[in-house]
């Protein structure tokens, strides 16, 4: 069996977020080189850069130096601007320079999360040949996997993987075995859509090029995995109608998340608010029929609620590039079957719950029939619209170049809720007329 | 610059969606074979089975035979129950022994994602004689960036990275680079946390043990990309109010779609009836007082709002490893003053509202001081108490043993729903009394 020393700085990572500051850097100084040296890499970004700005000089030299020019641009990104000068000036020269130019990327595209340290080859190279300089490069390269046949200008000719060397002759050269079909991408392509690329076609890295066709670096498979987790966290809480938070919830401080939270719940309740003004509509009707009232949070609600799987769905599948904008009919037919199923399923229930209620104790009067067929009707109603205004809200916003994941589930809520005041009332009002109303 | 022939695969792909069953088959089998290599193993697991079922058995073998034995085993997993056999008995000899083991595993587990073409080496091995066999058998292996140092009886030693075998000194054993405190993971270790392992360890690949610690495969991090992302989907169509598909939305048939949102939907519609029964408690209160109706799905919504928000972070902080049972009073405290704060803030914007409504057009007579005060206080109540509930319950889900991803947002708005107008009409009978009520 193995013995697993691993156990430490797996103990102490779980643990990290649940440590203040203070004990933060306490912890880490007390630790074996040994075990800090595994332990810092590992760390998120965010913990990185506030551990270093506790640190002293020799240390942050030491901790920064470690880190690939990649995560140290991050790291660097990571802290308030007038640190930043400062910590860079902590890196030996060519680190440096490799660091400064990946700052001039944002950090969530290709050129933001690529190495510069990837490995070059000449087409004329034989295959033992360039398997010798990966070997001698390896400790300074971020990826062997993978590397570059480039003409003397830079300009990339195709890829090679290590797998295609270990499986060809010999004697052959790059040219060779190179592909030229590759797959590459643009220093600017964001990084979920790089992310994508790599996971559809099962690739290890790919080529980041400038306009001009010259490679400029190289993002890893594992870079990615991170920007998948970290996307998805964003749309999470987008759907929950919220700002994406940018730390941790533990981490993020109280009056940061909620100027976060505030800021949408404040538009929704200024939404939510029409529902006040619709219902003062509708003042005379519930003086008269004050039944009505008691099923008007059923029936929104239940509105809110298909209108909340709906944008869920597409809101995901959209980010997935598994509905597109030209889907729109598609989506809008399947939607409305949805929504009408689901309606009239749940118009029945209620329906029935009425009926049955009455015959228990008869609280709703005389007209407990039209009553219930009112409320079923409505939550057809509200069902369908529900569903087709959650689906479709993602569409629209894609198109006013919004984030469709804005369309959060309380943001769809609020417009069924208001919309569906006005469907159970005027449906109501037919339904009733010359009895109750 | 590079030409692009990935660009036919990659078009294709993103039409493939939208095209129906029987232009797929037709447009597949028109492809040229070097696309069709390309492309065919790069389709999602549904669509490759659903492709195969209408091929010919000619066809068929050609193809399952491209893919590896972790995704031929996935395939057929995807296939209907009766279709298996035919389709494994396509397979060639030593391929389908391989897949007949995978098949034995549950598909979200360590053994379901795991390849069993790993590279062996002996202890006593040589670095060289280590990259000679690599070289010799990279055609064969799922990996070669990754080896494993096993003892006679196939128990794990340790494991070797391409990378170390590169950075080493030629004549070294591997008994000497290979790392014996390595990862590793248990056959039944659930997809989500091996993906969270490497991605937190910045591994390639890691050996996949049975109890006995005999080795038995190996998982790459390219097979866990798609592990992330699914699991993400999964849980934001939780979140959204419903089971998780299991297809992507325009292929899952619509039946099969309602069915998965009915349920929840119907659960939910169940819940939110008792805001119906608790409505029919205050229905005096509501007669004598219809201005308080007017601003029920104000109140009501704005406290489900909040739970969204609240339950929707804290699932995903759950799911991402860095909120833990042990947070609950950290969490709890958080969303108490969150919730505080919050609850103040729509307070005090509700009582503005009305105050400057009142000015504007003096609709809610002689007490409307009262009856702000009465919104304002409900508000702090109902946001406070969403933000708790919301916040509390995927703890207690997850105490219950069942997946926190469940409070979704209907379901906490339903809950607070409900809370909610009790919150409300206890306050507003506090407040009113002796003027309105």
């Given at each position: 069996m193995l013995i697993d020393p691993v156990d430490d700085v797996e103990r102490l990572r779980a643990d990290w977020h649940s440590l203040g500051e203070h004990e933060r850097v306490g912890k880490f100084r007390n630790l074996p080189t040994k075990i800090s040296a595994e332990f810092f890499p590992r760390l998120d970004t965010r913990s990185q850069a506030r551990l270093l700005l506790a640190l002293d000089r020799a240390e942050q030299h030491v901790w920064l130096q470690l880190l690939s020019p990649d995560d140290a641009a991050d790291v660097i990104l990571a802290l308030p601007a007038d640190k930043r000068a400062a910590l860079l000036s902590a890196l030996d020269e060519p680190a440096r320079r490799e660091v400064d130019v990946l700052l001039t990327?944002?950090?969530?595209?290709a050129g933001g999360l690529m190495s510069t340290r990837f490995a070059r080859l000449r087409p004329e190279h034989t295959v033992d040949e360039a398997i010798s300089y990966l070997r001698q490069q390896a400790l300074s390269?971020?990826?062997?996997?993978c590397a570059f046949a480039l003409d003397e200008e830079q300009h990339l000719l195709g890829t090679v993987f290590l797998q295609d060397l270990f499986c060809a002759?010999?004697?052959?050269?790059i040219g060779e075995v190179m592909h030229r079909d590759c797959v590459t991408v643009a220093e600017g392509m964001d990084q979920e859509k790089v992310a994508r690329l790599l996971a559809d076609n099962r690739l290890q890295a790919v080529a980041v090029i400038d306009h001009q066709g010259h490679i400029v670096g190289v993002v890893t498979v594992d870079d990615l995995m991170d920007v998948v987790t970290e996307e998805a966290t964003e749309d999470i809480q987008k759907i929950g109608g919220m700002e994406a938070l940018d730390a941790p919830y533990l981490e993020i401080s109280l009056r940061r998340m909620i100027r976060k939270r505030a800021g949408w719940l404040a538009i929704l309740f200024l939404g939510e608010m029409l529902t006040a003004t619709a219902m003062s509509y509708y003042e005379r009707q519930i003086e008269r029929a004050?039944?009505?009232?008691?099923?008007i949070p059923l029936v929104i609600s239940t509105g809110g609620n298909s209108g909340s799987q709906a944008t869920t769905l597409v809101i995901r599948a959209m980010a997935l590039g598994?509905?597109?904008?030209?889907d729109f009919w598609r989506v809008a037919w399947r939607e409305i079957c949805a929504g009408l199923s689901l309606g009239l399923f749940l118009g029945l229930i209620g329906f029935a719950r009425i009926v049955i209620w009455q015959a228990v104790s008869?609280?709703?009067?005389?007209?407990y029939l039209l009553i219930g067929l009112s409320i079923a009707a409505s939550l057809v109603g509200v069902v369908l619209f529900g569903s087709i205004a959650g689906a479709m809200l993602p569409f629209i916003l894609t198109l006013c170049g919004?984030?469709?994941?804005?369309?959060?589930a309380p943001f769809v809520a609020t417009l069924v809720d208001v919309t569906g005041l006005v469907i159970y009332f005027t449906l109501a009002s037919f339904i009733l007329r010359g009895t109750l109303l």
């Amino acid at each position: 069996m193995l013995i697993d020393p691993v156990d430490d700085v797996e103990r102490l990572r779980a643990d990290w977020h649940s440590l203040g500051e203070h004990e933060r850097v306490g912890k880490f100084r007390n630790l074996p080189t040994k075990i800090s040296a595994e332990f810092f890499p590992r760390l998120d970004t965010r913990s990185q850069a506030r551990l270093l700005l506790a640190l002293d000089r020799a240390e942050q030299h030491v901790w920064l130096q470690l880190l690939s020019p990649d995560d140290a641009a991050d790291v660097i990104l990571a802290l308030p601007a007038d640190k930043r000068a400062a910590l860079l000036s902590a890196l030996d020269e060519p680190a440096r320079r490799e660091v400064d130019v990946l700052l001039t990327y944002r950090s969530d595209v290709a050129g933001g999360l690529m190495s510069t340290r990837f490995a070059r080859l000449r087409p004329e190279h034989t295959v033992d040949e360039a398997i010798s300089y990966l070997r001698q490069q390896a400790l300074s390269l971020e990826t062997i996997y993978c590397a570059f046949a480039l003409d003397e200008e830079q300009h990339l000719l195709g890829t090679v993987f290590l797998q295609d060397l270990f499986c060809a002759d010999r004697g052959k050269t790059i040219g060779e075995v190179m592909h030229r079909d590759c797959v590459t991408v643009a220093e600017g392509m964001d990084q979920e859509k790089v992310a994508r690329l790599l996971a559809d076609n099962r690739l290890q890295a790919v080529a980041v090029i400038d306009h001009q066709g010259h490679i400029v670096g190289v993002v890893t498979v594992d870079d990615l995995m991170d920007v998948v987790t970290e996307e998805a966290t964003e749309d999470i809480q987008k759907i929950g109608g919220m700002e994406a938070l940018d730390a941790p919830y533990l981490e993020i401080s109280l009056r940061r998340m909620i100027r976060k939270r505030a800021g949408w719940l404040a538009i929704l309740f200024l939404g939510e608010m029409l529902t006040a003004t619709a219902m003062s509509y509708y003042e005379r009707q519930i003086e008269r029929a004050v039944v009505l009232a008691l099923f008007i949070p059923l029936v929104i609600s239940t509105g809110g609620n298909s209108g909340s799987q709906a944008t869920t769905l597409v809101i995901r599948a959209m980010a997935l590039g598994e509905v597109k904008l030209r889907d729109f009919w598609r989506v809008a037919w399947r939607e409305i079957c949805a929504g009408l199923s689901l309606g009239l399923f749940l118009g029945l229930i209620g329906f029935a719950r009425i009926v049955i209620w009455q015959a228990v104790s008869p609280v709703y009067g005389e007209y407990y029939l039209l009553i219930g067929l009112s409320i079923a009707a409505s939550l057809v109603g509200v069902v369908l619209f529900g569903s087709i205004a959650g689906a479709m809200l993602p569409f629209i916003l894609t198109l006013c170049g919004l984030d469709p994941a804005s369309a959060s589930a309380p943001f769809v809520a609020t417009l069924v809720d208001v919309t569906g005041l006005v469907i159970y009332f005027t449906l109501a009002s037919f339904i009733l007329r010359g009895t109750l109303l």
